[in-house]
């Protein structure tokens, strides 16, 4: 079963916004809080690649790619995972996946595709 939901993916023209949701559902939202978070992202034909992680202590860490653009942040309370994003460009299309990892075990959420347009 889905236990990690995106949403907030779109169309947006090139230096817009987006921001991402991922919320926790059945199972995890009892081991939430210990987890460390992240978003990946995907192009086809190329390798799912870290975009930014967020610890369970609130240390975050960004792909160079990103830094300064994105920003990821947590709130425990709510099980979710954020992923804002600033100044999009063209080669941040992807689609886009939340991952919670710790305690021995990996979620994946299955994805919000990503679209920027010049």
């Known amino acids: 079963q889905v236990q990690l939901v995106e949403s907030g993916g779109g169309l947006v023209q090139a230096g817009g916004s987006l921001r991402l949701s991922c919320v926790g559902r059945?199972?995890?939202?009892?081991?939430?809080?210990?987890?460390?978070l992240a978003w990946y992202r995907q192009v086809p034909g190329k390798q799912r690649e870290l975009v930014a992680t967020?610890?369970?202590?609130?240390?975050?860490n960004y792909a160079d790619s990103v830094k300064g653009r994105f920003t990821i942040s947590r709130d425990n309370s709510r099980k979710t995972i954020y992923l804002g994003m600033n100044n999009l460009k063209v080669e941040d299309t992807a689609v886009y996946y939340c991952?919670?990892?710790?305690?021995?075990?990996?979620?994946w959420g299955q994805g919000t595709q990503v679209t920027v347009y010049s």
């Open positions: 967020v610890t369970n202590s609130g240390d975050t």
């Open positions: 059945r199972a995890i939202t009892s081991v939430f809080n210990p987890l460390h």
């Open positions: 991952n919670a990892y710790g305690t021995g075990s990996t979620y």
